[in-house]
């Protein structure tokens, strides 16, 4: 069995969304996948879908979403989330986090940033064997609008 990735395209949203809630449920976050995220995401340029092939099938094995932001300085590409199953999840983990890294090296695009959940030790792991560096910068967000008394519930819960 090996592992392939190509390009985000509208078509994975069903399986993508599944995928996504059982991510968020498991690390507390909110669910991103939904028909305009990926509509965003496929026409990034950065974001993949991997697959397990075996034989004449393939199925879903994970997804990263990602785009490249213009800062005014230089692009930086910005890794939103990588989604991956059970089986294979580290080698799959791995092909998403260097297919990234291909895909803004080909854009002209040398930095790159990952925001990863604390509690996601496996994927940190995966992107520190592919080079990434931990930096001292801490996220704080804020949430306006008709979200923001049930997330920070949430964080405060």
Do not use: C
């Not at 069995?1 to 390009?7: A, F, G, K, L």
């Not at 599944?18 to 995401?41: I, K, Q």
């Not at 989330?81 to 799959?92: S, Y």
Request: zero cysteines; proline letters at 2%; aromatic letters at 6%.
């Amino acid at each position: 069995m090996s592992i392939r990735i190509r390009p985000l395209v509208e078509g994975d949203l069903e399986r993508l969304a599944e995928l996504d809630g059982a991510y968020a449920s498991g690390h507390g976050l909110e669910r991103v996948v939904n028909l305009a995220a990926l509509r965003f995401f496929e026409r990034s340029g950065h974001s993949f879908v991997a697959e397990l092939v075996d034989g004449g099938g393939s199925q879903l094995a994970g997804a990263l979403l990602a785009q490249a932001v213009w800062t005014g300085e230089r692009p930086t590409v910005h890794a939103h989330r990588l989604l991956a199953r059970v089986d294979g999840a580290a080698a799959v983990r791995a092909a998403l986090a260097r297919a990234l890294v291909k895909s803004a090296y080909d854009a002209g695009v040398y930095d790159l940033v990952f925001r990863t959940p604390k509690a996601d030790d496996a994927l940190r792991t995966a992107l520190l064997g592919e080079g990434y560096l931990e930096d001292d910068h801490v996220t704080l967000t804020l949430v306006l609008g008709t979200r923001a008394a049930a997330w920070a519930e949430g964080k405060r819960g």
